[in-house]
């Protein structure tokens, strides 16, 4: 009986204490909630920027080609034999320069007796106009030798064209190419021997469709960029408009002259255009960093003033679907869903929520431009 009562009293002891630690631990617990419920987190330190409104270039985007003002594939007319190659290949030359001479040692030789037969029969014309002016020969006579002169010069001046077009020249300023033939070498004709190319100025030649025509004009200010150039466009001018229209694409070609000083733009490159218009449209812009991209819509977090009535000077984050547009850089037009003046965040955009509290912190904001040119580039 004795050991009954003490196994009780345990028991009841335990139940005691354990219901002494459960309403401790129960109390505890519901302090923690009470706590998580009334817990606000520290707000979120972003960088801002302002929606913007400016005015941009309207400009019409083409793919071109680069071609020259003059291009040449210098050839030999007549047959014959390389005896003398005036040229490095990649050189630079002048109108005019020598280019390559053929073996001309017959064509010599024949306009050596060619000379002695023309200036015979230029002196014996000049006896017999003397007789004839004096009645002694008939006119005849006068006329044959005439005409004996004239063919004597007429075989010099063939002899001359033969030996000229052995001659090979360069007939504009340009860059040659790589030469195609050698020393000994025996032509035919039509061979190629060098390509020539004029560099400066250049072509660059595009298309565009026909609902822009109306607004092509020449002298209109055109923007080329390739990978000879780096980062930094050339500008030209459009110089020609084809006069018809393509009835396969609809588009027109379009034809405009660039600055080539430093040959760095090449025949058969190929380059972007921009052709800029003379009108400029009206846009508001903000920072591409400050779009959250998502597959549904695209959206933007505007810095707002809390509407809470004891916290007016906290500022909140309201999550604003948009409409985008052009890029430009680090801009990006947007169409719909902001207005002038409004504060959005500018980076960090996918850490954020919908009425977050923020603070703003600008010291470290990045640097955006519309023509960006980074250093690595």
Same mark, same amino acid.
């Given at each position: 009986m004795k050991m009954f009562l003490r196994i009780s009293m345990a028991l009841l002891g335990m139940i005691v204490v354990v219901g002494a630690l459960g309403a401790v631990k129960g109390l505890q617990i519901k302090r923690m909630?009470?706590?998580?419920?009334?817990?606000?987190?520290? %707000? *979120?330190?972003?960088?801002?920027?302002?929606?913007?409104?400016?005015?941009?270039?309207?400009?019409?985007? =083409?793919?071109?080609?680069?071609?020259?003002?003059?291009?040449?594939?210098?050839?030999a007319?007549?047959?014959?034999?390389?005896?003398?190659?005036?040229?490095?290949?990649?050189? @630079?030359?002048?109108?005019?320069?020598?280019?390559?001479?053929q073996d001309i040692s017959i064509e010599t030789a024949q306009l050596?007796?060619?000379?002695?037969?023309?200036?015979?029969?230029?002196?014996?014309?000049?006896?017999?106009?003397? +007789? @004839?002016?004096?009645?002694?020969?008939?006119?005849? *006579? +006068?006329?044959?030798? *005439?005409s004996r002169l004239e063919q004597a010069v007429a075989q010099e001046e063939l002899i001359r064209a033969n030996i000229a077009k052995k001659t090979i020249r360069a007939p504009f300023i340009g860059r040659l190419g790589i030469?195609?033939?050698?020393i000994g070498e025996v032509l035919s004709s039509g061979q190629p021997i060098v390509t020539l190319q004029s560099l400066d100025p250049i072509y660059v030649n595009f298309q565009v469709p026909q609902? @822009?025509?109306?607004?092509?004009? !020449? !002298? +209109?200010?055109?923007?080329?960029?390739?990978?000879?150039?780096?980062?930094? %466009?050339?500008?030209?001018?459009?110089?020609?408009?084809?006069?018809?229209?393509?009835?396969?694409?609809?588009?027109?070609?379009?034809?405009a002259t660039l600055?080539?000083?430093?040959?760095?733009?090449?025949?058969?490159? @190929? =380059?972007?255009?921009?052709v800029v218009l003379p009108v400029k449209k009206r846009v508001l812009t903000i920072p591409t960093t400050a779009i959250r991209f998502a597959p549904y819509a695209d959206s933007v977090f505007l810095v707002e003033t809390s509407g809470e009535s004891h916290a007016k000077d906290q500022l909140v984050l309201r999550q604003q679907f948009v409409q985008l547009g052009e890029r430009r850089g680090d801009y990006v037009v947007v169409q719909e869903g902001i207005d002038f003046g409004q504060q959005v965040v500018s980076t960090g955009v996918f850490k954020l929520r919908n009425g977050q509290t923020v603070v703003v912190d600008n010291n470290k904001s990045p640097t955006f431009e519309t023509a960006p040119r980074p250093k690595d580039a």
């Amino acid at each position: 009986m004795k050991m009954f009562l003490r196994i009780s009293m345990a028991l009841l002891g335990m139940i005691v204490v354990v219901g002494a630690l459960g309403a401790v631990k129960g109390l505890q617990i519901k302090r923690m909630i009470a706590h998580g419920e009334s817990f606000v987190p520290p %707000p *979120q330190t972003v960088s801002t920027a302002p929606v913007q409104r400016t005015a941009w270039e309207e400009t019409i985007q =083409a793919v071109g080609t680069l071609a020259s003002v003059e291009g040449v594939v210098t050839t030999a007319e007549l047959p014959g034999k390389v005896v003398h190659i005036a040229f490095e290949s990649g050189a @630079y030359v002048t109108a005019g320069q020598l280019l390559l001479q053929q073996d001309i040692s017959i064509e010599t030789a024949q306009l050596k007796v060619a000379t002695s037969e023309r200036d015979l029969a230029r002196k014996e014309l000049a006896r017999i106009q003397a +007789l @004839y002016d004096r009645n002694v020969v008939p006119v005849a *006579q +006068l006329e044959e030798l *005439q005409s004996r002169l004239e063919q004597a010069v007429a075989q010099e001046e063939l002899i001359r064209a033969n030996i000229a077009k052995k001659t090979i020249r360069a007939p504009f300023i340009g860059r040659l190419g790589i030469r195609q033939v050698n020393i000994g070498e025996v032509l035919s004709s039509g061979q190629p021997i060098v390509t020539l190319q004029s560099l400066d100025p250049i072509y660059v030649n595009f298309q565009v469709p026909q609902q @822009y025509l109306a607004s092509m004009r !020449d !002298d +209109l200010i055109v923007r080329v960029r390739s990978d000879a150039l780096g980062d930094r %466009p050339i500008e030209g001018k459009i110089s020609a408009l084809n006069p018809e229209v393509d009835s396969t694409t609809r588009n027109v070609k379009v034809q405009a002259t660039l600055p080539n000083s430093d040959e760095r733009l090449r025949p058969g490159m @190929y =380059a972007t255009v921009s052709v800029v218009l003379p009108v400029k449209k009206r846009v508001l812009t903000i920072p591409t960093t400050a779009i959250r991209f998502a597959p549904y819509a695209d959206s933007v977090f505007l810095v707002e003033t809390s509407g809470e009535s004891h916290a007016k000077d906290q500022l909140v984050l309201r999550q604003q679907f948009v409409q985008l547009g052009e890029r430009r850089g680090d801009y990006v037009v947007v169409q719909e869903g902001i207005d002038f003046g409004q504060q959005v965040v500018s980076t960090g955009v996918f850490k954020l929520r919908n009425g977050q509290t923020v603070v703003v912190d600008n010291n470290k904001s990045p640097t955006f431009e519309t023509a960006p040119r980074p250093k690595d580039a």
